[in-house]
């Protein structure tokens, strides 16, 4: 059997002085500015205006960050935080979880709804792509920087992260850039079979079940770390009922897998009707 690959990539990619460009934050900036593309690609698509497609980046954005942020505080780590809350603001240290920003973006869009007069469910039928394709580029930024680490393995395409350890890997984070877009390819499937119109939800209710279901699939190839949430004694209780280990991330993502299935079964007794359409004429 061939030697595992060994990545051992410095995470700086520039040092200017006191500066330093790095992968990952370059990776970060290209999750917006993939998403933007996207979503203004869509919502000009389906009639809307490109002042429109704008504005929502100024929600967007700053959601997207404050969500990660406190959801990496509060799912994984709640003690050391809760413990030391000045620590939430030192952003510069790391730490990002992308459950957060799924629980603060349908918030997000929920609020741009009824501010702009478009329903949530169009609102996120629109929005579903675009977040499928960009959040892969996390991933990358992950693979860059040697962290969220998959599992030990024997496995042909297993990876040593030589600046943690020696030891061969999962390489968690490339399964986890191919599910966005797996998830894609699904949506793009279904969106042009043309079951239900765009605004009935299904779309978003399909993104949130293929995505988080594979994110379920996924994260049993990772190391556990940040597991203070899966402490906690319903998570305990239900483990050992079952019998085997759930990590943090499968629990977050029940929930979204559960809302999915919510949406698409509503989606399937709504019929709605296109926002731009032409009214009937009048008998």
Same mark, same amino acid.
């Given at each position: 059997? /061939?030697?595992?690959?060994?990545?051992?990539?410095?995470?700086?990619?520039?040092?200017?002085?006191?500066?330093?460009?790095?992968?990952?934050?370059?990776?970060?900036?290209? $999750? @917006? !500015?993939?998403?933007?593309?996207?979503? #203004? /690609? =869509?919502?000009? =698509?389906?009639?809307?205006?490109?002042? @429109?497609?704008? $504005?929502?980046?100024?929600?967007?954005?700053?959601?997207?960050?404050? %969500?990660?942020?406190? %959801?990496?505080?509060?799912?994984?780590? *709640?003690?050391?935080?809760?413990?030391?809350?000045?620590?939430?603001?030192?952003?510069?240290?790391? %730490?990002?979880?992308?459950?957060?920003?799924?629980?603060?973006?349908?918030?997000?869009?929920?609020?741009?709804?009824?501010?702009?007069?478009?329903?949530?469910?169009?609102?996120?039928?629109?929005?579903?792509?675009?977040?499928?394709?960009?959040?892969?580029?996390?991933?990358?930024?992950?693979?860059?920087?040697?962290?969220?680490?998959?599992?030990? /393995?024997?496995?042909?395409?297993? $990876?040593?992260?030589?600046?943690?350890?020696?030891?061969?890997?999962h390489p968690a984070?490339?399964?986890?850039?191919?599910?966005?877009? +797996?998830?894609?390819?699904?949506?793009?499937?279904?969106? =042009?079979?043309?079951? #239900? *119109?765009?605004?009935?939800?299904?779309?978003?209710?399909?993104?949130l079940t293929v995505?988080?279901?594979?994110?379920?699939? !996924?994260?049993?190839?990772?190391?556990?770390?940040?597991?203070?949430?899966?402490?906690?004694?319903?998570? $305990?209780? !239900?483990?050992?009922?079952?019998?085997?280990?759930?990590?943090?991330?499968?629990?977050?993502?029940?929930?979204?897998?559960?809302?999915?299935?919510?949406?698409?079964?509503? +989606?399937?007794?709504?019929?709605?009707?296109?926002?731009?359409?032409?009214?009937?004429?009048?008998?």
């Amino acid at each position: 059997m /061939s030697d595992p690959l060994v990545w051992n990539l410095d995470p700086v990619l520039l040092q200017l002085g006191s500066i330093q460009v790095r992968y990952y934050g370059i990776c970060f900036g290209m $999750v @917006f !500015v993939t998403a933007f593309a996207v979503w #203004r /690609s =869509r919502v000009q =698509r389906f009639g809307e205006t490109a002042e @429109f497609a704008e $504005v929502m980046l100024y929600w967007a954005a700053p959601t997207a960050i404050i %969500g990660a942020r406190l %959801g990496h505080c509060f799912f994984y780590q *709640p003690k050391y935080y809760l413990a030391h809350p000045l620590k939430i603001f030192a952003v510069w240290e790391g %730490g990002v979880a992308s459950h957060g920003a799924a629980l603060a973006l349908p918030i997000m869009l929920f609020l741009f709804s009824r501010r702009h007069g478009i329903s949530w469910t169009r609102l996120s039928d629109y929005f579903a792509p675009a977040v499928a394709l960009a959040v892969g580029w996390m991933r990358v930024g992950n693979f860059f920087n040697s962290e969220v680490l998959g599992s030990p /393995s024997s496995v042909p395409w297993a $990876v040593v992260f030589a600046r943690h350890d020696l030891v061969p890997r999962h390489p968690a984070q490339l399964y986890d850039l191919l599910i966005g877009p +797996a998830t894609w390819l699904v949506l793009t499937a279904v969106e =042009r079979r043309n079951i #239900r *119109p765009v605004g009935s939800g299904l779309i978003a209710g399909t993104f949130l079940t293929v995505y988080f279901g594979l994110r379920i699939f !996924v994260e049993q190839y990772k190391m556990f770390y940040g597991e203070d949430l899966r402490a906690l004694a319903p998570f $305990v209780a !239900v483990e050992q009922w079952i019998g085997v280990p759930i990590h943090t991330g499968q629990w977050l993502s029940v929930l979204p897998v559960l809302a999915g299935i919510v949406l698409i079964a509503r +989606a399937y007794r709504l019929q709605v009707p296109p926002r731009h359409a032409t009214p009937a004429a009048s008998a």
